[in-house]
């Protein structure tokens, strides 16, 4: 899914919740979390080229093509967002985390539904379990067209 998408996704959720609990920090929060998930593929980049993307192509380009290299993708995991939301129900911590929570979270679902990944490739155990090679992550087809 591309940033702009997540954009208006995460704002919109951000301001549905922000009118729900009355809280605008409540609403940037999840704003800021479903957009700025994203960073960790600057991550991805900067480990399996050794410099930083400095052109948003370049950044697309190795996502949507570069085989060699791992998925790591840190911050895109089901198992971080299952973490939080239990912490902050025993915890109960503030609602602005609770929102961070689920702007990641939704984040998560549309990538998930929307990218060419296997079913379990958001999960970080999964990822870590195939050694982070793409070609145990994306569908076989998808896969196979890359190159």
Not at 72 to 97: A, G, N, P, R, T
């Amino acid at each position: 899914m591309k940033p702009i998408q997540h954009t208006w996704i995460s704002a919109c959720i951000g301001a549905g919740l922000g009118l729900w609990f009355k809280s605008w920090p409540a609403s940037l929060m999840c704003l800021l979390s479903g957009v700025l998930i994203d960073l960790d593929h600057y991550v991805d980049y900067s480990i399996v080229k050794g410099e930083f993307p400095f052109r948003y192509k370049d950044l697309v380009d190795f996502c949507k093509n570069q085989r060699v290299g791992g998925l790591y993708i840190i911050l895109h995991s089901f198992e971080f967002i299952i973490i939080f939301f239990i912490l902050d129900y025993y915890y109960q911590f503030e609602v602005i985390w609770l929102c961070c929570a689920i702007g990641m979270a939704i984040h998560l679902l549309c990538d998930h539904l929307t990218n060419p990944v296997r079913p379990l490739a958001y999960f970080l155990t999964y990822r870590l379990y195939y050694s982070f090679r793409k070609k145990h992550l994306y569908k076989k087809e998808y896969y196979a067209k890359m190159y």
